[in-house]
Nanobody, 129 residues
Framework: VQLVESGGGSVQAGGSLRLACAASGYTYSRYCWGWFRQAPGKERDRVASIDINGRTSHADSVRGRFTIAQDNGKNRLYLQMNNLKPEDNAMYYC????????????????????????WGKGTQVTVSS
């Protein structure tokens, strides 16, 4: 599976961006899909994910501002980001995993692609205050 992210850029706080992930080379019919981000000097964190049944989950830090969506007909994954904040500055990665484990937190349960699954190379998002 090959994943290519696009749509990153520089915006002012309060602005919006839509990231896209183009997928090709499928061998499985159903995957867990996710968006992750990594800021300099920090760990890579899950932003949002969508499971094989189409259920979505968003991290607490972005819930209400970001929305993950999928277009199976176009093999695209999207992340609509509204009301961006400087703390959203990061490299954003798309990931896919046919065997993603299900994890649960106080905010609910979600699938999360593993580190050794399929990942894109990332797209940079820069938010200025």
């Amino acid at each position: 599976v090959q994943l290519v992210e696009s749509g990153g850029g520089s915006v002012q706080a309060g602005g919006s961006l839509r990231l896209a992930c183009a997928a090709s080379g499928y061998t499985y019919s159903r995957y867990c899909w996710g968006w992750f981000r990594q800021a300099p000097g920090k760990e890579r964190d899950r932003v949002a994910s969508i499971d094989i049944n189409g259920r979505t989950s968003h991290a607490d830090s972005v819930r209400g501002r970001f929305t993950i969506a999928q277009d199976n007909g176009k093999n695209r994954l999207y992340l609509q980001m509204n009301n961006l904040k400087p703390e959203d500055n990061a490299m954003y990665y798309c990931a896919a995993d046919p065997l993603a484990p299900r994890r649960c937190s106080s905010s609910g349960c979600y699938c999360s692609p593993r580190q050794d699954s399929y990942w894109g190379k990332g797209t940079q998002v820069t938010v200025s205050s």
